[in-house]
């Protein structure tokens, strides 16, 4: 599967069947956060961009969403940090993701936690995690 289809949530990348477009309240156990595009068999989803059908990245499975949560567990916290040195929060969010790019040696454009697999999600843990340690001891 190329990028173009993994990203586009129209196929499912466990399984490469073609998914539904759906609301997210079938997930959510009937709570709407807005479309998301679904593979019923594989349990994998993802969200799109309000009022567009554009993917906010790849569908995740279960053990996907959890990586997702818990590196952005530790990176969110750090780009936020900017917010109270002054930068807005499209400025800090943006520096974040700009300093990840680099350290995970990707294009800035295709580096954001919506988009990764497994092991980048793994790698966003490993390299966040002592500079989240260290906001927790201050």
């Known amino acids: 599967m190329d ?80 917010m109270e040195k002054g930068f807005t929060k499209k400025e800090a969010r943006k520096a974040g993701y700009r300093w990840l790019s680099i350290e995970m040696n990707l294009p800035f454009e295709e580096t954001h936690i919506g988009m990764f697999d497994v092991e980048q999600c793994q790698k966003v843990v490993e390299l966040c995690t002592p500079y989240f340690n260290r906001l927790l001891l201050n």
Not at 23 to 52: E, F, N
């Open 3 to 82: 990028k173009q289809q993994l990203f586009s949530g129209n196929f499912c990348p466990y399984c490469g069947n073609e998914t539904i477009f759906v609301d997210s309240a079938q997930v959510y156990h009937g709570k709407s956060y807005g479309m998301i595009y679904l593979c019923r068999p594989c349990q994998a989803w993802v969200g799109v961009h309000r009022g567009t059908n554009q993917a906010l990245g790849r569908l995740a499975n279960a053990e996907l969403r959890r990586w997702k949560q818990k590196a952005h567990a530790c990176f969110d916290p750090l780009w936020k940090r900017k």
